[in-house]
């Protein structure tokens, strides 16, 4: 409404002054002082506009228009308006303007799978894309590698890792000095959030939300797979005492004591894993392998067998055995729970032996296929 007065105003100030335009009354006193108003009523609209946090195209077009064209400005930017709102129905965006122009092409299933294939981003598995950029840098051009690398550079994960340092040992000195720029470029990554928040825990030592964050940003940097032994001992080392600071305010955290646990495993500190892995697999009930498979790392560690294979049947019968995702973990499990089966042993005959039967004696070697 209120929009709608200014407008009316600004619009009868115009009609008055092509009036006396028209019949020679307008002195420059007027002319002035009606000038004058109509870009107070234009500021003021702007400025109402503003307060409401509303659409300021009208409002501000109008002001700049009064004030260099007076009345004739106010007729040019009613004009505007009034097309505007005739076209307002039938206009394009931007975005479809510029799709017309340009349309994306299209691509079917089969085109867009081989697309991503080539490119080293398939929807497959995470280790799918990894061993894909692995072919590369085995096998691939200088131009191949490179861009394998600047990829890894932006979208970089753990199971990158083992890529990197086969770039590294690249028989070609421009892929080593990059593969060697894109791991320092990581490494600063996580050394840079790690600095920042140490600062602020430091400022803040009570802050158990920030001792967490800079707990799992060690975690996460030690996880990288890309520090050398004894740095990644040093940060695990670290991580394990934030953690541990963290469980001592909140013991019911799972995921601070399966992160714990975790570390404590690669620390070979099974004694200290057990029982919160325990703690995290009755909490869970069974239901993430994931966290199943660490408990039983620290049983198979301690020589608990029997409790062992316990647990694997429990998650073998909850998980799905169809998932793609889990098919790593349900090997583990039936291994404990059913054994090696035969069609995944590989029988070789010692030299010199004859080859009678199938049986399996001492003198065979026996490897997992």
């Given amino acids: 409404m209120v929009d709608f007065l200014l407008l009316a105003s600004i619009t009868a100030l115009t009609y008055h002054i092509i009036v006396t335009i028209y019949e020679g009354q307008l002195t420059m006193r007027l002319f002035l002082a009606l000038h004058l108003i109509s870009i107070f009523i234009a500021g003021f609209w702007t400025w109402f506009r503003h307060n409401q946090k509303r659409d300021l195209k009208y409002p501000v077009i109008f002001l700049i228009l009064t004030f260099f064209l007076s009345s004739f400005g106010i007729f040019i930017g009613m004009t ?13 965006s931007f975005e479809d303007w510029w799709a017309s122009i340009f349309p994306e092409e299209e691509h079917d299933a089969a085109e867009d799978l081989q697309r991503r294939l080539i490119s080293g981003w398939e929807d497959l598995e995470v280790k799918h894309k990894m061993l894909s950029f692995m072919d590369v840098m085995i096998l691939g051009t200088m131009n191949q590698k490179r861009d394998v690398l600047a990829k890894i550079s932006r979208y970089y994960r753990h199971e990158f890792a083992p890529v990197l340092k086969r770039a590294i040992n690249d028989p070609v000195n421009a ?7 894109v791991i320092a470029k990581i490494q600063n990554q996580y050394v840079h959030e790690y600095m920042h928040l ?3 825990y430091e400022a803040d030592p009570g802050s158990d939300v920030l001792l967490l964050k800079l707990a799992r940003s060690i975690d996460k940097y030690v996880y990288s797979g890309i520090m050398d032994s004894d740095s990644e001992r040093e940060f695990r080392n670290k991580a394990i005492v934030y953690y541990e600071k963290y469980l001592e305010n909140h ?37 993430s392998p994931n966290i199943g498979v660490r408990y039983m790392e620290s049983l198979y560690a ?4 029997e409790e062992l294979k316990e647990i694997a049947h429990k998650y073998l ?21 059913e054994g090696i089966p035969e069609s995944r042993l590989v029988v070789s005959e ?20």
């Fill in 350 to 369: 010692p030299r010199g032996s004859e080859h009678s039967d199938n049986a399996l004696t001492p003198s065979h070697q026996i490897s997992q296929g």
């Fill in 302 to 305: 301690q020589g608990r067998m």
């Fill in 175 to 181: 892929i080593r000095v990059m593969a060697a720029t």
């Fill in 198 to 200: 140490l600062k602020q």
């Fill in 317 to 337: 019968d909850k998980v799905d055995p169809n998932d793609p995702a889990l098919m790593e973990i349900i090997e583990i499990l039936r291994f404990w729970t």
């Fill in 80 to 92: 505007v308006i009034i097309v505007q709102l005739m076209t307002y129905r039938y206009k394009h």
């Fill in 251 to 287: 013991p019911e955290k799972t995921q601070v004591q399966f992160a714990l646990g975790r570390l404590y495993l690669y620390n070979r500190d099974y004694q200290k894993a057990y029982p919160l892995l325990e703690s995290c697999v009755k909490a869970d009930n069974y239901n």
